[in-house]
């Protein structure tokens, strides 16, 4: 019963991985697979403050090479910098710069109001229901970081 309940659970999160990049991420038409690397390594950086390419590929789950190519272009766009790394000068640390911090805010915003503008085709109901069902499930996953 309980490998059941896991594997249901398993579905239903594969499951909702499609629908989350149609209807959250790629909701702007224009937004590219880069943008939107983009956008995840400077969440990651927000929260991490500077980390090596390497480390941020594998929160990620990008590979080196397009690591390598996605960090290039950022710090060429001026959204991260490359900074040494202070316990070790021979690495070299990735840090989100202030106008990667600005352009992350306003990402956010865009897409937070893109969202609340999909969820107005919603009754009040199933708007309550899926906020419910999401902050439970936020919290539920939050467990599996620390667990």
Known sequence: MAEDIRDRAADALLALIPLYYKNVIRHRPSITGIQVAQLHTLGVLMKAKSLTMSEIGNRLYISRPYMTRLADLMIADGLVERR???????VINLAITEKGKKYLRQSLTWYKNDLKENLSGLNDEDVGNLCTALEDTYQILLKLQTG
């Open 84 to 90: 040494p790394d202070p316990a070790d000068r021979r």
